[in-house]
């Protein structure tokens, strides 16, 4: 009686560490993926009957596939901080960066994590930047595949920046467009 009792104990304990153990496959794939295209800046999340905005900080950056097979379920952690604070202070997560496997040499589709923390203030979005009380903030990017560790792929200072990068192009006028065929104002 004793002996099986000891038997189902070692049974679970070793059950318990496999399970606890995480794939070597999933690792070897993990190692292989590289960020691209990674992109920080805030976005406006609005006003509220106070006056008070509200800005977010937010990363995008698609996932490369290194390895010499597809990589499939890749989860993502960004995780924001202060600069006063050694704790984060907000992040954002997905289940997986691509609806299907990343094949080969590819990248993922564009991902967009927003923080779930956002910056209030009285000013003006643009002027929060320059209000003597703003810290700096920055973003860490986790990557994980199926039962793998998470791995930091990337970290950046979030730039004192309102909208994504190339949003530019949609604010200005087009001034390669002949005056001529403008419509009159």
């Not at 794939?23 to 009957?49: H, Q």
């Not at 990363?59 to 960004?78: H, I, K, P, T």
Request: hydrophobic fraction near 40%.
């Amino acid at each position: 009686m004793k002996h099986a009792v000891l038997c189902q104990f070692l049974a679970g304990v070793l059950l318990v560490s496999a399970v606890s153990c995480t794939d070597a496959e999933s690792e070897a794939l993990l190692a292989s993926l590289r960020l691209e295209d990674f992109a920080s800046y805030f976005a406006v999340i609005g006003k509220d009957e106070e006056g008070n905005n509200f800005i977010r900080p937010v990363v995008r950056f698609r996932v490369l596939n290194g390895a010499e097979q597809e990589v499939g379920y890749v989860q993502a952690m960004a995780i924001f901080k202060r600069e006063l604070f050694d704790e984060p202070w907000g992040n954002a997560f997905t289940y997986s960066v691509s609806e299907e496997p990343i094949k080969p040499g590819e990248a993922s589709d564009l991902v967009t994590l927003r923080s779930d923390k956002n910056v209030i203030s009285k000013d003006s979005p643009q002027q929060m930047f320059v209000n003597e009380k703003w810290e700096e903030v920055t973003v860490e990017i986790f990557i994980r595949v199926g039962p793998s560790s998470w791995q930091s792929l990337g970290q950046m200072q979030v730039p004192k920046k309102i909208g994504a990068p190339g949003i530019e192009k949609f604010l200005s006028p087009d001034t390669t467009e002949d005056p001529a065929v403008l419509p009159n104002l």
